[in-house]
């Protein structure tokens, strides 16, 4: 989805708020909670065809806090034949 193609529908119409100035700090409506005091602002890519949404956390501090904090999901054993 970074390389401006989205991976549901195909589309290349899409739009990145990686720059929106509201999306850190104290009142940021576009954060999620690390933990009790601290927030990762979070960047939205969107596809305006299908409206599909991805989201990553760009700081790496916030990357490296997340992991020292939050529980790991371990990936399951991969050795099924990966159908749904
Ligand atoms: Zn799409």
Not at 15 to 29: E, Q, T
């Amino acid at each position: 989805m970074k390389n401006g193609n989205c991976p549901k529908c195909g589309s290349g119409e899409v739009y990145s708020g990686i720059d929106l100035i509201l999306k850190g700090g104290p009142f940021a409506s576009n954060s999620i909670p690390v933990s009790l005091t601290s927030l990762a602002p979070i960047d939205n890519y969107v596809c305006v065809t299908c409206g599909y949404v991805e989201r990553y956390i760009s700081e790496r501090s916030k990357l490296k806090e997340i992991a020292r904090k939050w529980d790991r999901v371990v990936p399951e054993k991969s050795d099924e034949p990966s159908g749904e």
